[in-house]
């Protein structure tokens, strides 16, 4: 647990640099090289089916602790007094992660499965290096592959437009509240999550605490609001 | 005081146990609440109704036998201490106290607060001793250089009194804390060295095997230790433990 969680912690924080490209206002073009970038490297793409294993190792083998856990205990107190001795997030790491699961199914099907096997239009992006800011757009149809040229003087990109279809889903106020409560769910999840991966494989020390807590705080609070912000701002603009 | 008290009663393991209600009167501040249980159990016994069974046997905090849930809380409500140690001035006149017996399905109910942690015990005969011969040829305790933050950290794990309220208090029902706690005190001490790996591996064996389940790291058995066995032997166990599986025959 503690290694596959961790592991999908530093994704987090990738996946988040990534989608911080949604937020510049250049009609996508950044965001969309990237995608292109993610989906065509070899590299990326057996890191991606690797990440996808361990999200179902991670999930399953998770599940199955939380069941097992719940099996020791036949009778239960006729009074809880969960709240006094220990943070609510580490009692319902189950639930939060089953909601995260739910989020992460609906989250690829919106853009992963659409991507992949979807009908996305096609952009096609002219950058002249001497004028940087203007970013020429056009529509094209009849394109099957991704192309990216750079000259001295120009860059050419044609590309699906994945940040269409961000912008269409963010159009909708369902999804911007259904993507910003599921970050609140990665937040409460990491909260317990990451301190406790550490405790797990060992790691618990006067020197390397404080650390482990600041680190702690930066990727349960920042990282989810990061990602939260994204959907509110597309809705917005 | 005058209290209500709402008491697990439960004949023996076999049968179904349940929550009665019971008053008790003309309690002190300055009474334990073991005190307060002998004061119910006379009034009952002069009814002739069977006194509430209770595990207790130094009320001095050392043997770890009166082991309850007090408003669920492993040994009531007060920090670092047993039930035997808690006074009755932490509650107040008119007060409904819920006692519980430990809970958890690896130390089943004997007799209403009475648990059998027996499990405890087969995980220290596992493996949480020395095997050195200690009879007649006593060693000198200083001919072995022990650095002095070892020997109180160990000394510390040492004052687990095994009574099992990291168990109760675990929604896990896990034992990583007591077991931590045994097996840092020999971790960290040159005399547990040489049976160090086995130790750890076999008495992890013997936990899963009793039915206690997997620490998930909620901090809510040193929050109820009443010894205050700190959460870092938990990861000394950990430490223990995964070096000891890469590296054992
Ligand atoms: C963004 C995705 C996720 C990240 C970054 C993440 C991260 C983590 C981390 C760091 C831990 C702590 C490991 C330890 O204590 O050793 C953990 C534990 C856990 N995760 Fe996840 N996780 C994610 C998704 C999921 C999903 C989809 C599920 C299940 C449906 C899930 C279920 C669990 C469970 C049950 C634990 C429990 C252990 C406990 O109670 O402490 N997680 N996760
Ligand atoms: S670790 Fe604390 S709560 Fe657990 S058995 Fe030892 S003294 Fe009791
Ligand atoms: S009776 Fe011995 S610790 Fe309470």
């Known amino acids: ?237 | 005081m005058k209290l209500t008290l709402k008491i697990w009663r439960q004949n023996n393991t076999q049968t179904k146990g349940e929550l009665k209600t019971y008053q008790v009167d003309n309690i002190t501040d300055d009474m334990s609440f073991l005190e307060m249980i002998d004061v119910l159990n006379e009034g009952l016994v002069q009814k002739n109704e069977g006194p509430v069974a209770f595990d207790h046997d130094c009320r001095e905090g050392i043997c770890g036998m009166c082991s309850m849930v007090i408003n669920g809380k492993p040994h009531g409500p007060s920090d670092a201490v047993t039930t035997c140690q808690l006074h009755m001035r932490e509650f107040k006149d008119g007060d409904t106290i819920f006692i519980e017996p430990f809970r958890a399905n690896a130390f089943p109910v004997l007799k209403d607060l009475v648990v059998d942690r027996g499990a405890f015990d087969r995980i220290q005969q596992a493996g949480g001793f020395v095997s050195v011969n200690t009879s007649g040829n006593t060693i000198d305790a200083n001919a072995i250089p022990v650095p002095k933050e070892n020997a109180d950290m160990a000394f510390d794990a040492a004052t687990c009194i095994g009574c099992g309220a990291c168990v109760a208090a675990c929604k896990n029902s896990s034992a990583m804390l007591f077991v931590s706690a045994k097996v840092s005190q020999f971790a960290l001490l040159p005399q547990g060295a040489p049976e160090r790996k086995e130790r750890v591996l076999k008495m992890v064996e013997q936990m899963d095997k009793e039915g206690f389940g997997a620490c998930t790291n909620t901090g809510a058995c040193a929050a109820e230790c009443p010894k205050e066995i700190s959460l870092e032997n938990i990861a000394r166990l950990n430490r223990e433990y995964l070096s000891a599986s890469f590296s054992s025959k």
């Open chain 1, 1 to 237: 647990m503690s290694l596959t969680g961790l592991f999908l912690t530093s994704f987090l924080v990738v996946h988040l640099i990534g989608n911080l490209q949604l937020l510049k206002a250049d009609s996508g073009f950044s965001f969309n090289a990237y995608a292109v970038f993610m989906t065509t490297n070899p590299l990326i793409k057996t890191v991606s089916w690797g990440l996808y294993a361990i999200i179902i190792l991670h999930a399953v083998k998770g599940l199955a602790l939380a069941v097992e856990n719940k099996k020791t205990r036949n009778v239960k107190y006729a009074v809880d007094a969960g709240n006094s001795n220990s943070h609510w997030t580490s009692r319902n790491m189950g639930i939060l992660g089953t909601i995260i699961l739910a989020f992460i199914v609906v989250h690829m099907s919106d853009f992963w499965f659409s991507y992949k096997f979807g009908e996305t239009p096609w952009k096609k992006y002219t950058i002249e290096f001497a004028n940087p800011e203007q970013i020429n757009v056009e529509e094209i149809s009849g394109v099957t592959k991704s192309v990216n040229i750079v000259s001295e003087t120009h860059q050419v990109l044609i590309a699906k437009d994945l940040y269409l279809k961000v912008k269409e889903t963010f159009s909708n106020v369902i999804f911007v509240i259904f993507y910003v409560l599921s970050m609140f769910a990665i937040m409460f999840h990491l909260w317990h999550g990451f301190a406790s991966a550490f405790q797990s494989l060992g790691i618990n020390h006067p020197k390397y605490n404080p650390l482990i807590r600041s680190l702690g705080i930066v990727m349960a609070v920042i990282v989810p609001l990061a990602f939260a912000i994204i959907p509110v701002y597309m809705f917005l603009n």
